[in-house]
T-cell receptor, first 111, second 113 residues
């Protein structure tokens, strides 16, 4: 079964807007929560990651918010740009570092 | 200089054939993985190797056999290919231990006809 649930499946945002993608997990053994960005024809690339000892991590326009009690985390993309159009995957890993991925969100940023 | 390289990038073959996909990483990582991405973009782990030792073997048909000649290489051999094997296969690597991100290759698009 899918261990990380991601929503929405697709998202359309205007340039300059905020893109928000949400994920939820069940396995409390997970302790590393990365986000990956994938462009067509390319492999996923690590974008930003968080550990459960912090509630927020920001890198440039990308922010992860983490709610340990709710077992949820989200990616916020501020000032979204057309170049951000890609598929985004949340993921979670634990002891073996085996990464379990969400189903992906296809983001389209309209100019 | 590509960090994780896969060959071939595209592979079109007939049902019943046997094929291999090669993966090499030059990052000095100890752990390598194979993932399958289906037509809906879902990424599913197939195998992971740590220092040539099999760590994870998900529910994958035994027609799929990984081989790791050394810690920089992880190849995937597929016997008796079926239509349902058509997908993009990604190799990835990471440092050993927990809380490390993966570096993915650019994928091999396998089409079985």
């Amino acid at each position: 079964q899918q261990q990380v649930k991601q929503s929405p499946q697709s998202l359309i945002v205007q340039k300059g807007g905020i893109s928000i993608i949400n994920c939820a997990y069940e396995n409390t053994a997970f302790d590393y929560f990365p986000w990956y960005q994938q462009f067509p024809g390319k492999g996923p690339a690590l974008l930003i990651a968080i550990r459960p000892d912090v509630s927020e991590k920001k890198e440039g326009r990308f922010t992860i918010s983490f709610n340990k009690s709710a077992k949820q985390f989200s990616l916020h993309i501020m000032d979204s740009q057309p170049g951000d159009s890609a598929t985004y995957f949340c993921a979670a890993s634990g002891y073996n570092n085996d990464m379990r991925f969400g189903a992906g969100t296809r983001l389209t940023v309209k100019p | 200089d590509t960090a994780v390289s896969q060959t071939p990038k595209y592979l079109v073959t007939q049902m019943g054939n046997d094929k291999s996909i090669k993966c090499e990483q030059n990052l000095g990582h100890d752990t390598m993985y194979w993932y399958k991405q289906d037509s809906k973009k879902f990424l599913k782990i197939m195998f992971s190797y740590n220092n040539k030792e099999l760590i994870i073997n998900e529910t994958v048909p035994n027609r799929f056999s990984p081989k790791s000649p050394d810690k920089a290489h992880l190849n995937l051999h597929i016997n008796s290919l079926e239509l349902g094997d058509s997908a993009v296969y990604f190799c990835a690597s990471s440092r050993q231990g927990r809380n490390y991100g993966y570096t993915f290759g650019s994928g091999t698009r396998l089409t079985v006809v």
